[in-house]
């Protein structure tokens, strides 16, 4: 029964020693180098079975891979792992994407907005030149009789509706603004507002002279006019085309 008993425990001292020796051995396998994350990170894990065993065949490689990573030797990316995940390129890809759309249509409103800004410039520019050519009009060819500037200013194919009758072309003005100024040769007239609309210029002015001549086959009266009149002007290529000229008030003294 001893020698029984004995051998039992002889063979469990040898069994244990045997599993013993076995773990030592596959500690051994394993590099004890601490100098390193991937090292210290092994030495912690440990290794008394098949699980952990696969638990650390699944670890260390991460370890590595990302000791590596810090020394240098890996290319750096966004999650620590070399290439990325492939649900983060995706998502890298999409994001690439909405940030070029995004520059496309930034760029697209920028060109938009300098193309409105610049014709609106542009209408602008021609507003206030249609402006300075009807102030002109009234200023130097109506006021002060400067015929010669009619050609100048007004169309060959020119249409003026005046109170009085309807004149056609430069020669037409030139004759209107003559005969008008022989029956009025004090004849001025003065803009009161003006509002311009692409082609068109709206004017509102009043006109004052004395009538000291033949006016529609009248013999002059001597009286002083002052009327009041508004006069709408089309213009094209920087030259009047037409206008309609109207009377609201008229008064004599």
């Keep these: 029964m001893r020698s029984t008993q004995g051998a039992r425990s002889r063979s469990g001292l040898f069994s244990s020693g045997g599993r013993t020796q076995r773990a030592n051995d596959t500690r051994s396998s394993v590099p004890r180098t601490t100098d390193t994350a991937a090292g210290r990170a092994a030495a912690e894990i440990p290794r008394d079975g098949p699980r952990s065993r696969g638990l650390y065949l699944i670890i260390l490689p991460s370890i590595r891979v990302r000791s590596r990573h810090r020394a240098g030797k890996v290319r750096p990316t966004r999650d620590g792992w070399p290439g990325g995940r492939p649900r983060i390129r995706r998502l890298k890809e999409q994001g690439n994407r909405g940030r070029s759309m995004n520059r496309i249509a930034f760029l697209l409103s920028a060109a938009i907005t300098v193309i409105m800004v610049g014709c609106s410039s542009s209408d602008d520019t ?128």
């Design 126 to 253: 021609t507003e206030v030149s249609n402006i300075d050519v009807v102030h002109v009009v009234f200023s130097e060819i109506w006021s002060k009789g400067s015929v010669e500037l009619i050609d100048d200013l007004f169309a060959e194919n020119f249409v003026g509706h005046f109170p009085e009758g309807t004149v056609h072309g430069q020669e037409g003005v030139r004759a209107q603004v003559i005969a008008h100024r022989q029956s009025f040769p004090d004849w001025t007239e003065e803009v009161e507002d003006t509002i311009a609309d692409r082609d068109r210029v709206a004017v509102r002015f009043t006109s004052r002279g004395t009538n000291l001549g033949d006016f529609l086959g009248n013999p002059p009266t001597s009286n002083r006019v002052e009327i009041s009149e508004v006069a709408i002007f089309r213009l094209t290529n920087g030259k009047i085309g037409g206008f309609i000229r109207t009377s609201s008030a008229c008064s004599a003294s």
